[in-house]
Every structure is written in C-alpha cells, then in structure tokens.
T-cell receptor, first 111, second 114 residues
Framework: GESVGLHLPTLSVQEGDNSIINCAYS??????FIWYKQESGKGPQFIID?????DKRQGQRVTVLLNKTVKHLSLQIAATQPGDSAVYFC??????????FGKGTTLSVSS | KAGVTQTPRYLIKTRGQQVTLSCSPI?????VSWYQQTPGQGLQFLFE???????NKGNFPGRFSGRQFSNSRSEMNVSTLELGDSALYLC?????????????FGPGTRLLVL
C-alpha cells in the first residue's frame, strides 16, 4: 500500500554531531522523494529532494541517500546546529498524484 | 518575492458551523495544494488546484471543498464542523509549470473546533 514512515519519532543529538534521520516507504512507483523541515509555528520548508533514479544527492550540510532495494531514504545533517531543531518529514511523489508525507521525526539539538 | 500567505492564522469555531480559509500563493505560482496536519495523522493531502481546476483530491469527506480563482488565490471550506476537524491547515504553492516537487508552504491556519 501507499505509506511513508519514519523509523524514530524523536532524535536527540549534541551540537556539532552529525544527524541521520531515516524514512521507509512501501510504494516502488515513487518518482521522487523530498525532505521538509518544520519549525514551531511555521509551515514545512523544502530542504532537498532526490529523484528515484538517483542514489545520493548533496546540498549545503545535508545529504539524502536513497536505497531502492530496501525502500529506505535517509537525511544526513552534518555538524548539526541548534537551529536545525525542528520536525523533519519525508515525502514521496509520483507523476499525477499528490505528495504522501511521513509522520515526522523531531530533532532536538543540545548545546 | 513574498511567500505563501494564509488567513486567518487562528480560528475558533463550534461544532456545526462552517469555515472558509484563504491562501495566496507565491506570485506566478498556479498550483495550490491544501493539507491537514494533526498530531495523530500527520500531513494529509486534501486537494490540489491548478488554473482554477481541481487536479487531485485526497480522501476526505465532501464537507471539505475548495476552489481557486483566476489570480490563483485559493479558498477551502469546511461545512458542518466536527471536533476532529481541529487541525493546522496548510496551503502550498508550486512552480509555474505546475510541478509538485518543490512546494512552498504557508504558515498555516490553526483551526480549533469546540
């Protein structure tokens, strides 16, 4: 069925550490995947996306890895900062359909 | 360039009433999508409009409806409100070509139904 889920609802890290947020999906027909960040009182903010024909994509301090064999997606944040504290959502999309969002992982960064 | 704006930001209604929420997309964006966000269900897709036409619809009852105007502004309406409709309602707009990949979200309207 269609679902996008995250492995852990919360993740706590120390400032400066690398963070890894995971996501599993069930529908192989996905065309692309997106990671969003949502801070308190705000709407989700686009972080990075990856097309299904890619394995890895890098942005500024973030890397998304896609493993289609095990239907797993991860977001890596390098040198995590307090400003990275937020809820992170993965979402999958395919042509002609709406985005399907996961439930979210709350990242807490302590100084 | 101004971002997606939503009005009102907060709303309190009672059961049985109806509510209309408004969304103004980023200038030049023609696609507007609406989502309901609750702690239990997360972000759930309501519907999407492109060039004044509903292009996609989620699995919500007919009490939830929407429309889009010629200037791409969109409204959603919920009739006969129920307690379970309490949620953050988010609007997102995307690029002129209607691609859904990079959706820009507004701050949302927080609806409380008493």
């Amino acid at each position: 069925g269609e679902s996008v889920g995250l492995h852990l609802p919360t993740l706590s890290v120390q400032e400066g550490d690398n963070s890894i947020i995971n996501c599993a999906y069930s529908n192989s027909a996905s065309d692309y995947f997106i990671w969003y960040k949502q801070e308190s009182g705000k709407g989700p903010q686009f972080i990075i996306d990856i097309r299904s024909n890619m394995d890895k994509r890098q942005g500024q301090r973030v890397t998304v890895l896609l493993n289609k064999t095990v239907k797993h997606l991860s977001l890596q944040i390098a040198a995590t900062q307090p400003g990275d504290s937020a809820v992170y959502f993965c979402a999958r999309g395919e042509a002609g359909t709406a985005l399907i969002f996961g439930k979210g992982t709350t990242l807490s960064v302590s100084s | 360039k101004a971002g997606v704006t939503q009005t009102p930001r907060y709303l309190i209604k009672t059961r049985g009433q109806q509510v209309t929420l408004s969304c103004s997309p980023i200038s030049g964006h023609r696609s507007v999508s609406w989502y309901q966000q609750t702690p239990g269900q997360g972000l759930q897709f309501l519907f999407e409009y492109f060039s004044e036409t509903q292009r996609n619809k989620g699995n919500f009852p007919g009490r939830f409806s929407g429309r889009q105007f010629s200037n791409s502004r969109s409204e959603m309406n919920v009739s006969t409100l129920e307690l379970g409709d309490s949620a953050l309602y988010l609007c997102a707009s995307s690029s002129p070509r209607g691609g859904r990949g990079n959706q820009y979200f507004g701050p949302g309207t927080r609806l409380l139904v008493l």
